[in-house]
């Protein structure tokens, strides 16, 4: 694979923020994965972002990290590895992914290319002179039957001649891409064949008989038919299992009819106290007269307690509230307590009084980060800015990732901020935070 880099500084924008519409979708986007998994939101956020933007940039990978609480270098690793991200700037009405593969080539492919060099730049991945046209060559498209296609964002344009891909070229260029209908460009039904049916053609007859054969020649020289023997009895299924066939159940085919109806009573009987137990919550006591039951979960969460544990002095058992505890922060993963998750039952740090400060002034911390920074006790600039070794091993475990704080610098930044808030980063690093 070719190496895939970020594009060169010059054109790389200085930031990167969602209009709000996007930013809603993703705040939804990051709420559909569970508790301590909203990493996974990664692929579809930088598409949304390349929607909006029309490709990924150094900024935009920046802003996804943070927002998802992951190393920079994490989501960079995303957005090369996958060709589906455009990394540097394309052409602002149209961007050409011209099929290459041996379907493609084979009916035309190379003439789609040319006309791409003569009418928008003579090398891929570049500009045309206003900027509002770019190309590229890529691997199968998908619809080999409709070859030769081209792919333009999320849209494909298939059986392309190289005057009908001329004509679309110049629509996009002049701004009424809108007027080209996406899929075949001949007379096709998406990848059905060309001019229409050929098959299946016949409507079906409004009522269909049963056949009957005819009944064979007669012959008063053959011997008379004999008497029909008597009809076999329906098998029975009262006292058998739906999931067992007679050829796994020896015992079963051979029992006798007396014996299959006393079990079919039987079998009846279980289901009635069964239902009977489970409606009125008892355990069967005709089918094990010792048996005292078992505590559902159910019941532990609305004020039983769990076997052999005696109960808090409310009624509440500690595993009881314990799994209110999880419950609860499963049910809500803003407010998540990495350290109840692992088995703690409280913070790592004391939490000072007084108002939080805005932990996501410091780079690398995005809103799902400084969530997860709150349920850990830490709310203050002050607070990360007097990180001990310890106190460092014990967040990065936490919230695993090893190397973050001194990755970005974090005790510096959180230093200024305490010291003197925004101005006071501003002087010292010479940018605004984040």
Not at 312 to 331: E, H, P, Q, W
Not at 362 to 388: H, M, Y
Request: aromatic letters at 6%; glycine letters at 8%.
């Amino acid at each position: 694979m070719v190496a895939r880099r970020l594009a060169d500084v010059s054109v790389q924008p200085a930031a990167f923020a969602f209009t709000a519409e996007n930013a809603k979708w993703a705040e939804w986007k990051i709420g559909l994965y569970p508790a301590g998994r909203q990493q996974s939101a990664v692929i579809p956020l930088l598409m949304r972002a390349q929607d909006q933007d029309g490709w990924v940039s150094r900024a935009t990978i920046e802003a996804i990290a943070d927002m998802l609480g992951m190393a920079y270098i994490r989501v960079l690793e995303v957005a090369t590895f996958y060709t589906q991200f455009q990394l540097q700037p394309v052409g602002t009405r149209a961007h050409i992914q011209v099929c290459g593969t041996t379907p493609c080539q084979l009916r035309g492919a190379e003439a789609l290319i040319d006309i791409c060099k003569s009418k928008i730049h003579h090398d891929p991945h570049h500009l045309n002179a206003d900027g509002t046209m770019s190309w590229e060559e890529v691997e199968c498209a998908g619809a080999c039957v409709n070859a030769p296609m081209v792919t333009i964002y999320h849209d494909t344009y298939e059986d392309l001649t190289p005057e009908r891909f001329e004509e679309i070229v110049d629509a996009f260029a002049a701004g009424n891409g809108a007027s080209i209908k996406p899929g075949p460009q001949i007379d096709r039904l998406y990848s059905a064949s060309e001019g229409g049916r050929t098959t299946l053609l016949e409507k079906p007859s409004a009522k269909r008989t049963k056949f009957v054969p005819p009944p064979p020649p007669a012959d008063a020289s053959a011997p008379a038919a004999p008497a029909a023997a008597a009809p076999a009895p329906a098998p029975t299924t009262a006292a058998r299992p739906k999931d067992v066939s007679e050829e796994n159940a020896p015992a079963i085919k051979g029992t006798p009819a007396t014996a299959k109806v006393s079990e079919a009573k039987a079998d009846g009987e279980r289901k009635a106290a069964n239902a009977s137990a489970k409606a009125n919550g008892k355990p069967n006591k005709a089918m094990r007269e010792d048996a005292t039951g078992a505590e559902s979960v159910a019941a532990k969460v609305d004020g039983g307690r769990a076997p052999g544990k005696a109960p808090a002095a409310d009624g509440t058992s500690t595993a009881v509230k314990k799994t209110r505890t999880i419950i609860a922060a499963k049910a809500n993963p803003a407010e998540v307590n990495p350290v109840a998750e692992k088995g703690g039952s409280a913070p790592l740090f004391a939490a000072p009084a007084g108002a939080p400060d805005d932990l996501k002034l410091i780079s690398g911390v995005g809103p799902v980060l400084e969530g997860r920074l709150n349920a850990l006790g830490i709310t203050k600039w002050s607070q990360i800015a007097t990180f001990s070794a310890d106190d460092i091993a014990k967040v990065e475990d936490s919230l695993s990732f090893k190397g973050r704080v001194a990755r970005d610098n974090w005790l510096a930044q959180a230093e200024a901020l305490a010291r003197g808030g925004e101005a006071e980063y501003i002087r010292v690093f010479g940018k605004k935070p984040r």
